[in-house]
């Protein structure tokens, strides 16, 4: 970092700062985003800003190819083995879960300042459909009555509890179908730079843009 760029990050710094952070960042990446040189480099760098700033949840989504089943559950256990590798290098108040293509929970981890979630191929509709089996089931078993399901029942059993405040899509494409229940009220934030060559300068800037928004949550 140059040192012109380095007085122009700490000058917005100090200008995020006297506003609020978002609490949940979202961030959607494909998996060339990943795979190609420098990827996971990122990947841990961009984790690393979300604790520097203030974030205290950031969701993943990694939008597989849709391929041959073979292929695709090969990229999805290669895209795994190295985000788990990448998360657990992270200092132990970081916290992740890292969910598969069909919400299986993969690795899970605890931290009391941070939690990541990374979800590898297992969009909104998958999930809120594995919601609906599972309330679906509880009325087959007569557990519960059609006329008692309510909006939280479904939310209850989301991968995902919390809503994102802010949502990203890097490289300036279109958004995936990830946490379509949860970020209903969400601002959303497109980019036209690629995930290579997004710095934290970037992040900082659109944690400002946020910042200037006046949200409505649906009013």
Partial sequence: ????????EKHMLRKISKYPIPEHMS???????LLQTGGFKKFSDYISWCTQL???????YIDVLDTEDKLKSQMIEKLRVKI????????????YEIFGENGELYSKREGKDFH?????GFGGRKEVTKAVRSILQNVKEGITEPSDIHEIDIESRLTVKHEPDLFIRSGGKHLSDFLIWQSIYSEYYFTDVNWH???????????????????????
């Avoid at 961030?27 to 985003?33: A, I, K």
Wanted: charged share 30%.
């Fill in 27 to 33: 961030l959607v990446l494909s998996e060339t985003d």
């Fill in 116 to 120: 990541a979630y990374v979800s590898v």
């Fill in 1 to 8: 970092m140059n040192f012109v760029t380095s007085l122009y």
């Fill in 54 to 60: 203030g974030i205290k949840i950031t969701s993943i």
């Fill in 84 to 95: 788990t590798d990448s998360l657990s290098r992270k200092p132990k108040n970081i916290g």
């Fill in 197 to 219: 060559s997004i710095r934290k300068i970037d992040i900082i800037r659109i944690i400002r843009d946020f910042q200037k928004r006046q949200r409505r949550f649906g009013k």
